[in-house]
Nanobody
Framework: VQLQASGGGVVQPGGSLRLSCRASGSTPIKYGMGWFRQAPGKEREFVAAIRWGGDSTSYADSVKGRFTISRDNAKNTVDLQMISLKLEDTAVYYC?????????????????WGQGTLVTVSS
């Protein structure tokens, strides 16, 4: 399975960005998807996740109310809509897939990872 993340860029505080992740190759029959991020000098942290059916989502407290995760299984894509961006949202954002349709906040429980896309929030 290959995951390709895109949509990163430079934005001012308060601005918005939409990240997208496309899965290709031999995708699992069902897979949960998550977004994680890693800022310089920090560990990779959970941002948001969505189960296969799209009926269950979860978010880190730091992004609740500002980020929205969604998926289109027909297109094998997962998006992360980010609004009201803050300086502390600056990081490389990674998408990840987990077999069997479930999700987790733990990076170690994901089976496949994308290459990351850089989001820079700067005034």
């Amino acid at each position: 399975v290959q995951l390709q993340a895109s949509g990163g860029g430079v934005v001012q505080p308060g601005g918005s960005l939409r990240l997208s992740c496309r899965a290709s190759g031999s995708t699992p029959i069902k897979y949960g998807m998550g977004w994680f991020r890693q800022a310089p000098g920090k560990e990779r942290e959970f941002v948001a996740a969505i189960r296969w059916g799209g009926d269950s989502t979860s978010y880190a407290d730091s992004v609740k109310g500002r980020f929205t995760i969604s998926r289109d299984n027909a297109k094998n894509t997962v998006d992360l809509q980010m609004i009201s961006l803050k300086l502390e949202d600056t990081a490389v954002y990674y998408c990840a897939a987990r077999n069997w349709g479930r999700t987790s906040i733990r990076p170690s429980e994901y089976n496949y990872w994308g290459q990351g896309t850089l989001v820079t929030v700067s005034s």
